[in-house]
């Protein structure tokens, strides 16, 4: 455990570490706002993405009722994670699979590696997860002299490119044809099978050539990682979802299998797996189902890998189960839906969010299972403008927006008070107070008008720069309330003594 109570995890650790966590989100997004191809990229994909889900949701005659079911089954899950998760290890074990459970990155990293060294291999083929990338695996299996290599076409692109991923579901949705193709020519042949030397940026050539290298590492590969999608408690089944049949090679071909699955991802049963599989393809692909959906549970003789493992991760989770307001990010099911209308993100990208996990749900989700100790981490929950869109889109109505707003409370509450803030209280306190101050005041606005803008309009003051150089100062008026009050007296001869609203005047 570290100093803060947080389990050492790496989110954003080796292909993660997009920036350093000294480096807050502002800074980092207007790196990437000054990249005019960034944005365009962006721009494009999402828009083609969104376009797509909303065309598939809509055609759907009952999905705000499939929103609310996996909302709640989510919670219900959640309520009783305990119990669900003790189900799943005996029926996998049933199956011939061998748990292993990790309470962090470290641990997780540890078993895993010492798995692979068991077999002898040099070498793993990866089926896409994002928590073997919360980890940090990759570099940990490099560091043991085991090379992994994803065979996901978009982890790929990111791999080979000595990049990291910037969306959920195209980790490579930075990048265009013409550089995927560059990468390819560059990087390919480095990794094993070379790409064509006349290899053009037509998306068939490119899937072609990825196809070509990919092949030979399945055919060779004695062991593979994967994740999960979900876990079905009641029959120890896994489940990942993809689009390219990668998953199914991983999956079948190799001797050994290790999944890595957060201990989120369960289900109680195949009823409920039912309304996930309805949700993740339209929200994520915007597809009525993914063209890929394996299932796998324990060890079949003569048939698949004959070494099942299973590693259950925890990482920072039970934190974040503990927390009752925020425990419902945990429902994520990963699909990226909110990263797809976020405007924030389209201009932006992932790696401004310096994690694995970006977009609003990794602004609250990673704070969470990383801890709030670094000026990154305590600028996430700030990159959002809290528009709503994103919990509107959320295949399991998870309140994102309000979650934002409960971890910067959290992070308020925790910030020292400085004694410049104290100050200003006390002179305010001091000033209201006392009503020959306050008119001394009042005196003092009319003289910083004039010096500080004609117009009676300030641009931007000295002090609180961040503050006045993104909003409009109210018009300072030409004087006071008190001001024109006096004068009023002295020309309709009213008491200047008796108030705004003196008798007979009304209000």
Known sequence: ????GRHPGTIGAGEGALHHPD???????????????????????????????????????????????GAGIKDDVLARLDVHLEELERQLQAGGATVHWAADATEANTI????????????????????????????ALAAAGIAAWETDLAELIVQLGDDAPSHILVPAIHRNRAEVRQVFLDHMASAGIAAPADLSDDPAELAAAARTHLRDKFLSAKVAVSGANFAVAETGTL???????????????????????????????????????????????????????SFWNGVHPGDGPQDVHVV??????TDVLADTVARQTLRCIRCSACLNVCPVYERTGGHAYGSVYPGPIGAVLTPQLR???????????????????????????????????????????????????????????????????????ERGTAVARRVLSRSGRVAGLPVLPSWTTTRDVPDLPERSFRAWWAARADVDGVDGDAGPCAPGEGS
């Open 1 to 4: 455990m570290t100093a803060s």
């Open 23 to 69: 480096v807050d989100f502002p800074h980092a997004a207007a790196t990437a706002l000054a990249d005019s191809q960034l944005r365009a990229n962006l721009g494009h994909a999402t828009a083609t993405i969104r376009d797509k889900r909303a065309a598939v949701v809509a055609e759907h005659p009952h999905w705000h009722g499939l929103r609310a079911a």
């Open 371 to 441: 801890g709030i100790d670094t000026p990154l981490d305590k600028s996430l929950p700030f990159a959002s403008s809290l528009c709503g869109a994103c919990e509107e889109a959320c295949p399991v109505a998870i309140e994102i927006p309000d979650l934002l707003v409960h971890l910067r409370t959290k992070i308020a509450d925790e910030a020292p008070r400085y004694d410049l803030q104290k100050a200003a209280f006390k002179a305010m306190k001091a000033v209201l107070g006392d009503p020959d101050r306050l008119a001394r005041a």
């Open 312 to 317: 259950l991760l925890d990482n920072g989770r």
């Open 239 to 293: 489940a990942v979802v993809e689009s390219e049949g990668n998953g199914r090679m991983c999956l079948t071909l190799p001797d050994t299998l290790i999944s890595l699955v957060g201990i989120e991802k369960v289900v109680p049963t195949w009823r409920d797996l039912e309304v996930f599989l309805q949700t993740l393809p339209r929200s994520s692909t915007g597809e009525r189902m993914n063209p890929y959906t």
């Open 112 to 139: 895993i590696t010492e798995l692979v060294r068991a077999t002898g291999a040099t070498e793993v083929v990866k089926v896409k997860s994002m928590t073997t990338q919360e980890v940090g695996l990759n570099e």
